[in-house]
């Protein structure tokens, strides 16, 4: 696992969202070992709020969810203007090309597949880190 830390003052401020308890605990304790700050939440209409409140700079959102759907949860975050420079990372166990179109059309940055492997997370991280803001 990449476990270098972030930057002197390049941390990012990380929210992970899963309704999968222990997926979304395992990428907190891998963003917070790679130095970022880590918050996270279960459900999609948890992450709208969250958001709203502590206004991450990336935001890792599970697409399958019970209460809202992850590309919904992104449509409606890309319309909040306060979050206006947020980068989504979609997660999803579907990889193929019609999955990462329905992605970048709901606004997506980038698709990370499950199982998460967490040297991509970082190096994805690590592109997000030096991306100018929207």
Known sequence: MH???APAGHALRILAV????EAAL?????VEDFGDTAFVCFKGHEALELAGSIRPDVILLDLSMPDIDGVDVARILRADPRLAG???IALTAYGD?????????AGFDLHLTKPVRFEVLA???DLL???PKR
Not at 26 to 30: E, G, L, T, V, W
Not at 97 to 105: I, V
């Open 123 to 125: 190096d994805m991280l």
């Open 3 to 5: 476990t270098a830390a």
């Open 86 to 88: 947020v980068k989504i």
């Open 26 to 30: 395992s990428i907190k304790d891998a």
């Open 18 to 21: 899963d309704d999968n308890r």
């Open 97 to 105: 090309a019609e999955a990462r179109q329905k992605t970048a059309a």
């Open 129 to 131: 880190r030096l991306a």
